[in-house]
């Protein structure tokens, strides 16, 4: 399954993520698995892409960042995937 996760930097601060990264690595238990990240530009908010089948993995790996960071986590399904799922509901074209 994927999982959004919307990271809040304390104080709009990268430097002690970064520092934690560079020092500690990212700390995924095995089964969670990193896809990608977006940073905005004010270094408020990280988006990132994960994937896992337990939820309880993500709960492990914001336990290691948590001192750094909040947390929102979003089960998401890709576009793709929805789309044809709806589009298999349509029916046909009148």
Same mark, same amino acid.
């Given at each position: 399954?994927? *999982?959004? &996760?919307? #990271? ?11 520092? @934690?990264?560079? =020092?500690?690595g ?15 530009p004010?270094?408020?908010?990280? *988006?990132? &892409?994960? #994937?896992c ?10 336990? @290691?960042?948590? =001192?750094l ?9 890709p ?16």
């Amino acid at each position: 399954m994927l *999982f959004m &996760i919307i #990271e809040r930097f304390k104080d709009c601060d990268p430097k002690p993520i970064y520092r @934690h990264l560079r =020092d500690r690595g990212r700390g995924l238990p095995d089964g969670l698995k990193y896809i990608d990240s977006w940073i905005e530009p004010n270094f408020d908010r990280c *988006f990132q &892409i994960m #994937e896992c089948d337990d939820p309880r993995l993500l709960q492990e790996w914001i336990l @290691h960042w948590g =001192d750094l960071a909040s947390f929102e986590i979003v089960p998401v399904v890709p576009s793709k995937q929805t789309r044809e799922l709806v589009e298999s509901k349509l029916g046909d074209p009148q």
